[in-house]
């Protein structure tokens, strides 16, 4: 049943008593001192107003009976124990906590429930008995009358009582060993509407979905490959842009190659050389007469001048795709920034075992099998681009970041209105494995491969002025909501927030770094940073743009001081963004993905 007093729902043996309890009982005593009610709330008015309600967080309303007065009392946090529990009471054995929630109602397991994890699953176990069955209900066709409709059954949930839905999709579900988990879903029409896509943005990905395919049926393209780029050429749905045309134009010239490697789709494998791997056996006479005159490959090397991909993740994976032989080359790639500031690829292995089957290729080979051999390097890239880059560092990530968010962050949170056996699985699981949080934090990930100064890779000057603004914008913010270290330590929401990311997202791993607690203001305000720029700003970086960075639809912020926060960070973004604009216009070939009005808010936005 529905009680409009309190707008939350019961079963019917368990009505009256609440009924009784709360609102005749407790409310009456009260005579509407602490919550004053419409009087025609008993027809169904929702308007109420709270008299008296502590703003003081972690406080409790006392009464004095010698003042003859009510007052708030600040309660103490007790400490967190060391197996990340957000209150000593959870971490009883299960048996106990099974045994004692046995005898609560559903509405007492509602609040229960939102203790933490371990009461959310002890409560979810007893659905069977203590649960009740929302109906959802929406007006269908009636079968055999056609023009006719009725009010049918959508679907079901099972509820704990009160208002809180134990939605079960908010559950983890295991995703193959050794990669991350994922959310329980099994039925997209589960998801509340405001997690999910719009009804414009749904039919949109349908409407281009059946326009591309009804134009490639229309050209019989549909089974066969494009026999040129004139051919691409000829598709409404391509779109048009100055690297394409320059692609068409430029796509063997080895130094457009080498220019892919740092503002291509995947500006995230190249790394300076500061020693040839063992397996690598690249001579000095191999590579001489591609070097300045005079020098030699150890001077390069010496002056910084020479870069690696190394594709040894694509090592002894299935060479089988949709049951064809697809043979994955785990490739080198030896690339040298000449006088001319112009990256060039100078050497490539296809295999990590060097051995007569994997001769190192060079651009004096002929030019079909130095052609084939770069094709081999860009095939890898490819696959690691649209895999690891594209999905598990970004939307997998992301979707670990917004679950961790909605199981644990209430909505008035300030971090929760901040955001939101083949070859695939093999990749993500070895890359699962390596990833780690310097790899993640963009300031540490250049560094590391050595790639500060290397001219012209726009990429990362763009990222980096990004990943600032998004710095500042967050340290603001979150010093605003966090004073003190203290109270980052002692939110026991964040804290499980944390744990649940380090977890599910990276599978307990310790040599991730990926922090399972914070501890400090500054700990937060890196890892909030790094979430948003790989939700973002990396996003955009391997996809395409779709909506503005910085932009909130729905304004869940209303603090004045944030909300200038906020308009601080759209400002400069924009400044960024005319910079950025300013600096393509000068460009033979313009690299606009990170310009802030190019970059989506969220990668579902």
């Known amino acids: 049943m529905f009680p409009f007093v309190c707008g939350q729902s019961f079963r019917r043996d368990q009505f009256s008593s609440h009924f009784t309890n709360v609102h005749g009982d407790i409310h009456a005593g009260l005579n509407g001192w602490m919550e004053h009610r419409c009087p025609l709330a008993y027809y169904g008015c929702t308007f109420s107003q709270r008299r ?6 972690g406080a409790k309303v006392v009464h004095d009976r010698n003042l003859r007065s009510f007052g708030v009392q600040p309660c103490p946090r007790a400490k967190l124990p060391s197996d990340s529990q957000s209150d000593q009471f959870s971490g009883l054995p299960i048996e106990i906590l099974w045994h004692i929630a046995g005898f609560l109602d559903s509405f007492s397991l509602c609040q229960l429930s939102l203790v933490s994890r371990t009461m959310r699953e002890v409560c979810a176990s007893l659905l069977q008995t203590r649960g009740i069955v929302d109906l959802q209900w929406e007006r ?22 009160g208002n809180s ?6 559950r983890w579900e295991k995703n193959g060993d050794g990669a991350s988990y994922i959310p329980h879903i099994k039925d997209l029409k589960a998801l509340s509407a405001d997690i999910s896509f719009s009804f414009l943005k749904a039919f949109q990905f349908k409407h281009i979905g059946e326009l591309i395919l009804a134009e490639l049926n229309m050209k019989n393209l549909t089974d066969e490959p494009w026999e040129s780029f004139e051919a691409m050429k000829g598709f409404s749905w391509l779109k048009k842009s100055p690297f394409l045309d320059y692609m068409f134009q430029h796509w063997k010239d080895d130094d457009f190659y080498g220019y892919q490697f740092l503002n291509g789709p995947n500006p995230n494998m190249i790394q300076r050389c500061s020693k040839l791997p063992s397996n690598f056996p690249v001579t000095e006479e191999m590579v001489k007469p591609f070097l300045a005159n005079g020098s030699s490959l150890t001077a390069e090397i010496k002056k910084g001048n020479i870069f690696i991909i190394n594709y040894k993740i694509m090592e002894d994976l299935p060479q089988k795709l949709d049951g064809e032989r697809a043979p994955l080359a785990p490739v ?14 100078i050497a ?12 190192i290729f060079l651009p004096s080979d002929l030019e079909s099998d130095w ?12 696959l690691y681009s649209q895999i690891i880059a594209h999905l598990q560092n970004t939307h997998l990530l992301s979707e670990v970041f917004a679950m961790a968010t909605l199981r644990n962050l209430p909505k008035i949170h300030p971090l929760y209105k901040f955001s939101l056996e083949d070859i695939t699985k093999e990749l993500l699981r070895k890359a699962l494995s390596q990833t780690t949080y310097s790899s993640l934090c963009l300031p540490e990930n250049i560094a590391a491969r050595g790639l500060e100064s290397i001219p012209n890779f726009y990429y990362r000057d763009d990222a980096l002025r990004l990943w600032s603004i998004i710095n500042s914008f967050v340290e603001a913010v979150v010093a605003y909501y966090y004073p003190s270290d203290s109270e ?4 026991s929401e964040l804290q499980e927030w944390a744990n649940e990311i380090y977890y599910y997202g990276f599978l307990g791993n310790d040599d991730s770094g990926i922090p399972s607690s914070f501890q400090t203001v500054e700990e937060l305000i890196k890892f909030v940073t790094m ?3 790989t939700s973002s700003v990396q996003h955009a970086a391997v996809n395409n743009p779709q909506v503005p960075l910085g932009i909130y639809p729905q304004q869940r912020f209303d603090e004045p001081a944030v909300l200038q926060m906020i308009k601080d960070f759209q400002a400069e973004l924009s400044s960024l963004s005319v910079a950025i604009t300013k600096r393509n216009s000068e460009l033979e070939l313009p690299y606009y993905y990170l310009n802030p009005k190019e970059i989506e808010n969220s990668i579902t936005q």
């Open 140 to 161: 269908r066709p009636c079968p055999g009358a056609p023009g006719t409709v009725s009010w049918q059954i959508k679907n079901r949930m099972a509820v704990q009582g």
């Open 371 to 382: 052609l084939l051999a770069k094709m081999h390097v860009k095939q890898a890239d490819a």
């Open 332 to 345: 080198f790639c030896l690339l040298y920034l000449n006088p001319e500031k112009k990256l060039l690829p």
């Open 488 to 491: 980052v330590s002692a939110d």
């Open 165 to 170: 839905v134990v939605e079960r999709w908010k």
């Open 52 to 57: 008296f309600y502590p703003s003081t967080r």
């Open 348 to 359: 490539i292995q296809l295999g990590q075992k060097p051995s007569a089957e994997t001769p």
């Open 531 to 533: 979430v948003i720029f």
